[in-house]
DNA sequence: TTGTAAGCGTTATCAT
DNA sequence: ATGATAACGCTTACAA
């Protein structure tokens, strides 16, 4: 037994390869008896269009690559489940691919993804090299920076100011009266989120005229639980008066909250403790953690708007003869979450 | 500009196409200096050869499907990277497609992944519907299903027995003098790993000859800290004099940790937990949460190797006039970290 | 070592 | 509403 072609159900159905063709993607030009005809055959030998050929003779790859640094990540998976449902009405699957946090590996990842000419292409960090930003402005295809708004985005951006947020959720922590706050973060962030967020507790802590030396940033990133709590044990060695923590994650900030359960300091009267990005470990910790709330699913149902619309501004520019497609930047608010650790 | 192919590559270099084809893929096949001619040509023009035409050509599409619930897991994580590793020698990659816990979208995943082609489609959750079952069959695609061993898996399986690692780790829980000991798991598990580990929880405590009504297994799947929590709460409201609770995951166990907390119960004195999966939060938990190792880098590396040994196994069985591939099943070991929290 | 010719399985385009 | 034919950009198979 071979595999089914187009043909196989054509020719069963009597008709031509073309119709079946039209019958199973533009249902309403096929006469209703030849369509129920032709999708009965389909359902019954279990024939499955093989959408490389479709993609080769349309131009048209049918899906949406989204690059994630590693998908385990509530916020990715939100992303990917709202970019999913925003994109599939429109017939556009998403296939993800895993850089693993290893910068040669995004590389590699952008140029085997180009390989498969996907319809956009949704980049979730950012310090992309040379060589991968060349790649993505020649390939020619949509890509969507996402999360952070970089300055200078390689194509369109939909995110929110990592600085901004984290200088707001330091200045609460500034209006609840501690001062001596110390900042644990990561190691090797230049030119990503982790400075930018670094740059927030600065401003915040510069703009109240307070010490900024409490800082401890070498953990290497994604920091962890158990790398917070290591960080946060340092950090008090070292700084033993300090009132407040600053972390730029939860799971960090849910690390210095078992040193202090360890130590059996109350928190937050002996220690306050403050993350970033709303996991579950801030919501269900004791005590429950302060944070910045951000929103996967908001990032990426208007990221599948944004590639619909972009995709629509081509259809109509090739029938106008426009090529030229404005970049696009979509700002997301973001908030922060009090709770009783701060 | 118009997207280069490889007849503008070939033009540039005054060879046939062919040549950078071959160039490309087998560069031994092809005279040093035109070799590094052409690559230096494509380097230079940025050219990315298409994989939809290659495919379509040499019917190899050259990536393996992995089919995950969520992207938010660790384990599909390791796993997806230690397959990745495995595959990449190869030049294979992986691509990602996620289905959200719904059954329903499990299907649609499957068939339009099916339509790219893989050379593989590795499963990650069991109970697949009857037409899914049958789409993978038809397929002639190599299937394998991870986690656990299906009794009647679809083709190939990689994993280990969730009944039997549960069975162990409460008869850990037993052996530390534990009588009246509850079961905390997730609504709807029929077909599922769920219920095997609830099974694995009966089989412990039925040899044991001790009472197994105290079970609460009504949380959505896939449960989170703060429904281990409230299904905690619930299971002490009726059962007040409950000595132990096993959790059906980790994070379940967190959350019930969390509400001893709230009610400063002594863990384990007041009330022993243990979890599964060995996520970090049990590792980061105070006191650390007993549970069961399951490595997702093992599964994903046997995974790999599975894959490249099917793959000899075609070639030469398309050399010798062979078809038939036996189905293969690889079992892991698992084993518990006893922690403090029993 | 390189080239030529013929597809791969679908869809675009133009007829009818 | 349906069909014939020619791509789509590459690789296989064979020839030179």
Same mark, same amino acid.
């Given at each position: 037994?071979?595999?089914?072609?187009?043909?196989?159900?054509?020719?069963? @159905?009597?008709?031509?390869?073309?119709?079946?063709?039209?019958?199973?993607?533009?249902?309403?030009?096929?006469? *209703?008896?030849?369509?129920?005809?032709? =999708?009965?055959?389909?359902?019954?030998?279990?024939?499955?269009?093989?959408?490389? @050929?479709?993609?080769?003779?349309? !131009?048209?790859?049918?899906?949406?690559? =989204? =690059?994630?640094? /590693?998908?385990?990540?509530?916020?990715?998976?939100?992303?990917?489940?709202?970019? #999913?449902?925003?994109? @599939?009405?429109?017939?556009?699957?998403?296939?993800?691919?895993?850089?693993?946090?290893?910068?040669?590996?995004?590389? +590699? %990842?952008?140029?085997?993804?180009?390989?498969?000419?996907?319809?956009?292409?949704?980049?979730? +960090?950012?310090?992309? /090299?040379?060589?991968? !930003? #060349?790649?993505? *402005?020649?390939?020619?295809?949509?890509?969507?920076?996402?999360?952070?708004? $970089?300055? !200078? $985005?390689?194509?369109?951006?939909?995110?929110?100011?990592?600085?901004?947020?984290?200088?707001?959720?330091?200045?609460?922590?500034?209006?609840?009266?501690?001062?001596?706050?110390?900042?644990?973060?990561?190691?090797?962030?230049?030119?990503?989120?982790?400075? %930018?967020?670094?740059?927030?507790?600065?401003?915040?802590?510069?703009?109240?005229?307070?010490?900024?030396?409490?800082?401890?940033?070498?953990?290497?990133?994604?920091?962890?639980?158990?790398?917070?709590?290591?960080?946060?044990?340092?950090?008090?060695?070292?700084?033993?008066?300090?009132?407040? &923590?600053?972390?730029?994650?939860? $799971?960090?900030?849910?690390? @210095?909250?078992?040193?202090?359960?360890?130590?059996?300091? #109350?928190? $937050?009267?002996?220690?306050?403790?403050?993350?970033?990005?709303?996991?579950?470990?801030?919501?269900?910790?004791?005590?429950?953690?302060?944070? &910045?709330?951000?929103?996967?699913?908001?990032?990426?149902? #208007?990221?599948?708007?944004?590639?619909?619309?972009?995709?629509?501004?081509?259809?109509?520019?090739?029938?106008?003869?426009?090529?030229?497609?404005?970049?696009?930047?979509? =700002?997301?608010?973001?908030?922060?979450?009090?709770?009783?650790?701060?």
């Amino acid at each position: 037994m071979n595999k089914l072609r187009m043909e196989d159900i054509a020719r069963a @159905a009597g008709v031509s390869s073309m119709t079946v063709s039209r019958a199973l993607r533009a249902p309403d030009s096929v006469a *209703l008896a030849t369509r129920l005809k032709i =999708l009965k055959l389909v359902k019954e030998s279990g024939y499955v269009p093989d959408l490389i @050929a479709g993609g080769l003779a349309s !131009k048209r790859s049918g899906f949406v690559s =989204l =690059l994630v640094p /590693s998908i385990n990540n509530v916020h990715y998976a939100e992303m990917a489940a709202a970019l #999913k449902e925003g994109l @599939a009405p429109a017939g556009l699957q998403v296939l993800i691919g895993m850089s693993n946090y290893q910068p040669s590996s995004e590389e +590699n %990842l952008v140029e085997t993804m180009l390989r498969r000419r996907p319809e956009a292409i949704v980049l979730t +960090n950012d310090g992309h /090299s040379a060589r991968t !930003k #060349k790649l993505l *402005l020649e390939s020619r295809i949509p890509v969507i920076d996402t999360w952070e708004l $970089p300055v !200078k $985005p390689i194509g369109h951006a939909v995110g929110f100011s990592n600085r901004q947020a984290m200088r707001q959720i330091v200045e609460h922590l500034i209006s609840r009266g501690y001062k001596r706050i110390g900042y644990i973060g990561e190691a090797n962030d230049s030119g990503t989120r982790g400075t %930018l967020r670094r740059q927030g507790f600065l401003d915040a802590m510069l703009a109240a005229n307070l010490d900024t030396t409490r800082q401890l940033a070498d953990a290497i990133p994604p920091i962890n639980m158990l790398q917070g709590r290591s960080s946060f044990d340092r950090l008090i060695e070292r700084w033993p008066d300090t009132q407040a &923590v600053m972390c730029v994650s939860d $799971p960090a900030a849910f690390g @210095a909250l078992t040193s202090c359960q360890m130590r059996g300091w #109350k928190v $937050p009267e002996r220690m306050a403790i403050a993350g970033f990005g709303s996991f579950e470990i801030s919501a269900c910790a004791v005590p429950p953690i302060t944070t &910045v709330r951000v929103s996967g699913r908001e990032l990426g149902a #208007k990221t599948a708007e944004l590639i619909l619309q972009l995709r629509e501004a081509k259809e109509s520019g090739i029938r106008s003869g426009t090529t030229n497609i404005r970049t696009q930047k979509v =700002l997301l608010e973001t908030s922060i979450l009090v709770r009783a650790s701060s």
